[in-house]
């Protein structure tokens, strides 16, 4: 079974710090992505990347950013946590028609 | 743009009762349609999904789901809900000629009831 491991089940961060939240996947999928999820808003995209070194903006982008280094890895990067991100946030990794999602980050901004 | 409306934000149901929980797509074309069932602090599991061909799915734990073009709808069913059934359910569409992202529904969190 493909696996899809975030780093964090759950963190604690300060406002103003800067965040990295870790994803990895262990198939060689050129497709990753990651979702934030808030109760009532099921999951919107905030970034996707189709390959290493490339990535695209998903629906709130704003106050994130996101590194691809290696197939791999994909990194959501929080330049300077606020407390309106709090959120769970989900990666998810893609081949074919196949879509696996991590377990998730539950991330609390104080 | 696709869009997905899931039009419960809860159900509740008695554990043996059967269950239906609605999604309703927009779309210009035939999407790719799935369900996705989260439990408590879990990521998220595929229970079931739609390319084409035979429009009622069957899925993992006794799910199934029934594509109807005209209503523009993919809604999941179980005869008979068991408490272990008890999580948050999402419906997702991929538009199927370009580029492969999901959009997801708000999700439907279902109730069961001993």
């Known amino acids: 079974d493909v696996k899809v491991t975030q780093s964090s089940r759950y963190l604690v961060k300060r406002t103003g710090e800067k965040v990295f939240l870790e994803c990895v996947q262990d198939m060689d999928h050129e497709n990753m992505f990651w979702y934030r999820q808030d109760p009532g808003l099921g999951l919107r995209l905030i970034y996707f990347s189709y390959d290493v070194k490339m990535k695209e903006k998903g629906d709130i982008p704003e106050g994130y950013s996101v590194s691809r280094e290696k197939k791999e890895r994909f990194s959501l990067i929080l330049e300077s946590a606020s407390t309106n991100q709090t959120s769970m946030y989900l990666c998810?990794?893609?081949?074919?028609?196949?879509?696996?999602f991590g377990s998730g980050t539950r991330l609390t901004v104080v | 743009a696709q869009s997905v409306t899931q039009p419960d934000i809860h159900i509740t149901v008695s554990e043996g009762a059967s269950l239906e929980l609605r999604c309703n797509y927009s779309?210009?074309?035939?999407?790719?349609l799935f369900w996705y069932v989260q439990s408590p602090g879990q990521g998220l599991q595929l229970l079931l999904k739609y390319f084409s061909g035979d429009t009622l799915v069957q899925g993992i734990k006794g799910f199934e789901a029934e594509f109807k073009r005209s209503q523009s709808s993919f809604n999941l069913r179980k005869p008979s809900v068991h408490w272990s059934d008890a999580a948050e359910y999402f419906c997702a569409v991929v538009s199927s000629g370009g580029s492969y992202i999901p959009t997801f529904g708000r999700g439907t969190s279902l109730i069961v009831h001993p």
């Open positions: 998810a990794s893609r081949r074919g028609d196949g879509y696996t």
């Open positions: 779309y210009g074309a035939t999407p790719y």
